[in-house]
């Protein structure tokens, strides 16, 4: 965990310097007008209020939002040293109100503790990929172009998706594509995958397609997108820890929230999202058993559900900004405190 100082705006300087720019122009926050409007209650209450934004990424909605509530303090985190200077450049605007932190989501816990918050009002978990991970080729998350397979959202950390597609067994790369790609030619990608490595090991990101599509039949590739989508999914959410991160962040996100304060979560793929909904099912019902007549007071569900299902991006939203149309929003709100 690492604190970082937001710079501290120029009177005299343009109103966007280039980093600034660069973040605004590339990065389009999804699903950013109604994130704003769920979080606007919260955040409007009296006296300072407290935003957390766990994915800070290049910090478009951190912008909104900052924007749309005055009276508010950013709590901004992020594994990914660049998406911090960015988003750093972007805020700077707000840097009297702005915290920001180098760490995994999952470390919320222990940002708070150290800022010596004991509760906050809102948190944004917006998960997956940021527009400045999958732009930037040379980091191997795009199997749209050759690039060496990297695949870390913090460079810092050892492992690689090369490593783990040239060290590991064809049966765990068959479990890893099954369980985290939902890849239904896992084994056969997987046997292949073993053997071109015994030729050569991997390196580039190309080769990796080229091995990927061959090993699906021509008959299965028509419908189902790019042939090596599932398989990078899988290789990304393993070299980043990602499912392990949201099962880890998702209790310690509802225990700060204080009394009407809310978790929004964007969710980009079925897995994310079904363990988002079934934290937020059981989180919003009660504990009692059931056949009582009146539920006490200490069994009583402490959240209450804000959207119904997940909401999905309007079309227009869709048209302008692709990226978008797999996202998924969910947000509950806490009602009352632990027992």
Known sequence: ??????????????????????????????MRDRIVA?????????????????????????????SASPGCHLVGIDRDPDALRLAGARLARFADRVQLVRAVFDELPEVLQRLRLDHVEAILLDLGLSSLQIDETDRGFSYAVDAPLDMRMDPAQPLTAA?????????DLARLFRTYGEEPFAQRIADRIVAARAA???????????????AIPMAARKGRGHPAKRVFQALRIEVNGELDALRRVLPGALDALAVGGRLAV??????????????????????????LPVV?????????????GAERPEAEEITANPRSASARLRVIERVREAA
């Open 1 to 30: 965990m690492e604190m970082v100082q937001p710079p501290v705006p120029d009177a005299g300087a343009a109103p966007a310097d280039p980093p600034a720019a660069d973040a605004q122009h590339r990065h389009v926050p999804v």
């Open 38 to 66: 769920l979080l606007a209650e919260p955040l409007g209450g009296p006296g300072a209020t407290t935003y957390v934004d766990g994915t800070l990424g290049m910090g478009g909605h951190a912008e909104a939002v900052l």
């Open 163 to 171: 490593a783990i597609l040239n060290e590991r067994t064809a049966p």
């Open 200 to 214: 050569e090991p991997f390196s580039t990101s190309g080769r990796l397609v080229e091995v990927i599509t061959a």
């Open 266 to 291: 964007l969710a980009y793929h079925s897995l994310e999202d079904r363990m988002v909904k079934q934290a937020f099912a059981a989180a919003s019902s009660d504990t009692a058993p059931p056949g």
């Open 296 to 308: 006490p007071e200490a069994l009583r569900a402490r959240f209450r559900l804000v959207t119904r």
